[in-house]
């Protein structure tokens, strides 16, 4: 199976049920899939399970206080909310289910859900009796009707001897489950062509000119395209982050030598992503020895880069074409100039400097298409780049022949 929870952060909520024994191999097969993992525990969930245990497999202190000024000051529950990309509440008991049907936030565990925008799965586990009866089963009806995804619960020997519906379903399966959140299909089988980080223009053999672009967006991009089932192919100027598995990387350093390789992958491309932070100016001659220091004052002659997601958006059988307006001002308009100018079919402005976009892990844009816009709040770039796949596919959909 292809773990689609690699570098995810999910929340695993604990309540106190007699299958929180189970916890902790769910927790360790989550890290094995390659997920990061925070462990919430109800105080009775600590009845059944010590957070000690839930500590040592997830490698990270247990959250267990909403009014905990220690714990608020590491991570806030706000904080861990907007963190998570999903979270898996296992064992649900049906206390817990009750709450969460009435929109509670009377513990940490509650509030967290309330505050998250990401998918909220819960696991119940429970005796066949309380199962079946009928409040729980309307507050089963509620959580389904608001989108909760339920996992089970497996029907058996029950820990008190009953034979019936309320075995918390096995971490595998949770697993399996899971990873379907994150393999959305939404891009599957189309060809995307993706453009990330800084290019370097040489000066001389030792000097060069760039900017601060880590590559972050462009690489998440990959990631989130990989994730929704497309074939990726990524030419990414000099960074350092590790590549994304499954995508057809390619290197390259100036400007010149990315519109190479770009011109070289277009042909069956069927959505182009120019998220690097292309260099406007190369050096008209670069110098072929390392320039001495002599002069007080030295001249570099620029001459203008080719504009590369310009080209791309000009070729007669172009792809549906996206770009980037990294500004520090007037960002809005100035991304609506580059959408008309560049004819591209959608454009995402962001906002940089001051710590924003450029080399920070979370960023919030707004993306503009025809005479319509659509703003996303500060949130980690894995988690924006899934947003940006989503909308993409939306929008090109329209346009793509398959
Ligand atoms: O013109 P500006 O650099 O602000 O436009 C940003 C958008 O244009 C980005 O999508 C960037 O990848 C692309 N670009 C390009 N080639 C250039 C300059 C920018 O593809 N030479």
Request: charged share 20%; net charge neutral.
């Amino acid at each position: 199976m292809i773990s689609f929870l690699k570098n995810k952060h999910i929340i695993l909520g604990v309540t106190g049920g007699i299958a929180a024994y189970k916890s902790p191999d769910l927790t360790r097969r989550l890290i094995e899939a390659g997920a990061i993992v925070r462990v919430v525990m109800t105080q009775h969930a600590k009845e059944f399970i010590t957070p000690l245990t839930m500590q040592a497999v997830s490698g990270h202190p247990v959250h267990d206080e909403l009014f905990d000024l220690q714990a608020e000051a590491a991570m806030g529950h706000i904080e861990l909310a907007r963190w998570a990309d999903a979270i898996i509440v296992a064992p649900a008991t049906a206390d817990f289910m009750a709450r969460l049907a009435r929109g509670e936030a009377n513990d940490l565990l509650t509030t967290l859900c309330l505050a998250t925008c990401a998918p909220i799965a819960i696991a119940p586990a429970m005796n066949q009796a309380m199962w079946k009866n009928t409040l729980t089963q309307s507050n089963l009806e509620a959580l389904l009707a608001k989108k909760f995804l339920i996992y089970g619960p497996a029907s058996g020997l029950q820990a008190c001897g009953d034979v019936g519906p309320g075995r918390m379903m096995e971490p595998a399966d949770i697993i399996e489950q899971l990873n379907a959140i994150f393999n959305t299909g939404l891009l599957a089988g189309k060809n995307i062509l993706i453009t990330a980080g800084p290019t370097r223009e040489a000066i001389d053999p030792v000097r060069y000119i760039t900017n601060a672009s880590s590559g972050k967006m462009g690489y998440a991009l990959a990631d989130a395209a990989i994730e929704a089932g497309a074939h990726v192919t990524l030419i990414s100027g000099p960074v350092n982050i590790a590549k994304p598995l499954r995508a057809t990387c390619i290197d390259v350093v100036s400007a010149e030598e990315m519109l190479a390789a770009v011109l070289e992958k277009i042909t069956h491309c069927d959505i182009f992503f120019s998220v690097a932070a292309v260099a406007d100016y190369r050096l008209k001659h670069i110098f072929s020895e390392k320039m001495a220091k002599k002069a007080e004052e030295i001249t570099l002659e620029l001459v203008r880069n080719p504009d590369i997601v310009a080209t791309v958006a000009n070729l007669p059988n172009r792809p549906w074409t996206v770009g980037f307006a990294a500004e520090t001002d007037n960002v809005l308009q100035k991304a609506k100039n580059k959408l008309i100018n560049k004819k591209l079919d959608m454009i995402i402005a962001n906002q940089v400097g001051n710590n924003l976009g450029f080399d920070s892990d979370m960023n919030t844009v707004t993306v503009l298409w025809e005479d319509q816009q659509k703003s996303f709040p500060l949130m980690p770039k894995q988690k924006l780049a899934r947003e940006l796949i989503q909308l993409t596919s939306r929008l090109s959909e329209r346009k793509i022949v398959c």
